[in-house]
């Protein structure tokens, strides 16, 4: 396993793995047991990121969430993890209500929501401190300033109840606008940002649950320009490897890689991967973990099995013109 620090400040800053492993599954549509296993199985391998959600997983069983956050705190008890391993989860995106489907009533981002579902996700987790605390997803429509989030968020790391800050999902203007609000006022600010990003370029244009706009989610040149001019900010890339998209029949890419450059950057994918005898998931994420901008790519697994093919992918280097073959395919 490789390591990477995360954050600027040396009094908060964490060394993590390349990779992080996703619980949004655990405790619901994944099995204690199993999640157990899985978790176990990274840990040895050497991975110290783990990621949740105050939300993971409502939409399962009908509930408001909590489940995932709850296994890890068991898991955590039960190996006796303490601060060895860096669990990052997220507050804002809870429904208010318990639902079965993807919920527009959700709890936001006003200071007390932040206080409170922050305290709550303390105890699920079973932690005096949370080490990476994210803010879901801006809710468009939102009420709530922009300057209470962002005195709220910093609220809690200044009393020593979070260590580092992030944000997930949200447009690329109103991070910054967020980060400048923080700089002015000589406040904690986001230092960690969480998108849907891969290998294969995805239509930003697509209109989702919180925005008619585009896809607030996905990761687009207005965002990868940003991160290049501000390189102390950490990208975690979830759903790099498409729920077996690249790889499984049964898995279709939808209508977000319905264009011409797809099958290009796919023909590019295969070859790489036929030259270093890694599988295609395996050439996806190390093109995240080793490019221009280095990326924390964000795993699932419903299995150890299927943790192990991701596992060996941080291990694997690729050359200078293999990643160039890939980065020109269009």
Same mark, same amino acid.
């Not at 922050?118 to 932690?127: A, F, M, P, Q, T």
């Not at 965002?223 to 900010?233: D, G, I, K, N, T």
């Not at 419903?302 to 890939?326: C, F, I, M, N, P």
């Given at each position: 396993?490789?390591?990477?620090?995360?954050?600027?400040?040396?009094?908060?800053?964490?060394?993590?793995?390349?990779?992080?492993?996703?619980?949004?599954?655990?405790?619901?549509?994944?099995? =204690?047991?199993?999640?157990?296993?899985?978790?176990?199985?990274?840990?040895?391998?050497?991975?110290?990121?783990?990621?949740?959600?105050?939300?993971?997983?409502?939409?399962?069983?009908?509930?408001?969430?909590? =489940?995932?956050?709850?296994?890890?705190?068991?898991?955590? #008890?039960?190996?006796?993890?303490?601060?060895?391993?860096?669990?990052?989860?997220?507050?804002?995106?809870?429904?208010?209500?318990?639902?079965?489907?993807?919920?527009?009533?959700?709890?936001?981002?006003?200071? #007390?929501?932040?206080?409170?579902?922050?305290?709550?996700?303390?105890?699920?987790?079973?932690?005096?401190?949370?080490?990476?605390?994210?803010?879901?997803?801006?809710?468009?429509?939102?009420?709530? $300033?922009?300057?209470?989030?962002?005195?709220?968020?910093?609220?809690?790391?200044?009393?020593?109840?979070?260590?580092?800050? +992030?944000?997930?999902?949200?447009?690329?203007?109103?991070?910054?606008?967020?980060?400048?609000?923080?700089?002015?006022?000589?406040? $904690? +600010?986001?230092?960690?940002?969480?998108?849907?990003?891969?290998?294969?370029?995805?239509?930003?244009?697509?209109?989702?649950?919180?925005?008619?706009?585009?896809?607030?989610?996905?990761?687009?040149?207005?965002?990868?320009?940003?991160?290049?001019? =501000?390189?102390?900010?950490?990208?975690?890339?979830?759903?790099?490897?498409?729920?077996? +998209?690249?790889?499984?029949?049964?898995? *279709?890419?939808?209508?977000?890689?319905?264009?011409?450059?797809?099958? !290009?950057?796919?023909?590019?994918?295969?070859?790489?991967?036929?030259?270093?005898?890694?599988?295609?998931? !395996?050439?996806?994420?190390?093109? /995240?973990?080793?490019?221009?901008? *280095?990326?924390? *790519?964000?795993?699932?697994?419903?299995?150890?099995?299927?943790?192990?093919?991701? /596992?060996?992918?941080?291990?694997?280097?690729?050359?200078?013109? !293999?990643?160039?073959?890939?980065?020109?395919?269009?």
């Amino acid at each position: 396993m490789r390591y990477r620090m995360i954050g600027s400040d040396p009094k908060t800053r964490r060394q993590v793995s390349v990779l992080s492993l996703g619980a949004m599954l655990f405790g619901t549509a994944i099995d =204690e047991a199993t999640s157990y296993a899985i978790l176990d199985r990274f840990v040895e391998a050497g991975g110290t990121f783990l990621d949740t959600a105050n939300n993971y997983a409502y939409w399962v069983n009908g509930t408001q969430g909590g =489940e995932s956050e709850a296994l890890l705190g068991r898991w955590r #008890r039960s190996r006796d993890i303490t601060d060895e391993i860096v669990i990052a989860t997220k507050l804002g995106g809870r429904p208010n209500v318990p639902s079965s489907a993807l919920s527009h009533d959700l709890e936001g981002l006003s200071a #007390r929501v932040i206080r409170e579902s922050s305290e709550r996700s303390r105890e699920r987790l079973g932690v005096d401190k949370l080490d990476l605390l994210y803010a879901h997803a801006y809710l468009e429509g939102s009420k709530v $300033p922009l300057e209470e989030t962002v005195e709220g968020f910093a609220g809690l790391v200044e009393e020593g109840a979070v260590g580092l800050l +992030g944000a997930s999902n949200h447009w690329t203007w109103r991070l910054e606008r967020a980060r400048n609000l923080a700089a002015a006022a000589g406040l $904690p +600010g986001y230092e960690v940002v969480q998108y849907h990003h891969t290998y294969l370029r995805q239509r930003t244009d697509l209109p989702t649950l919180r925005s008619q706009d585009g896809n607030l989610g996905v990761v687009g040149g207005d965002l990868l320009s940003y991160l290049r001019a =501000e390189p102390e900010l950490t990208l975690v890339a979830y759903s790099p490897l498409l729920s077996g +998209g690249y790889v499984r029949d049964d898995k *279709p890419l939808g209508v977000a890689f319905d264009h011409a450059g797809t099958p !290009q950057r796919l023909a590019a994918l295969r070859e790489v991967a036929h030259e270093t005898g890694a599988t295609v998931n !395996q050439v996806v994420l190390a093109w /995240l973990i080793g490019g221009e901008i *280095p990326m924390i *790519p964000l795993i699932g697994a419903s299995s150890v099995e299927q943790l192990e093919e991701s /596992l060996a992918a941080a291990d694997l280097e690729l050359t200078a013109e !293999q990643r160039a073959k890939l980065d020109a395919a269009y």
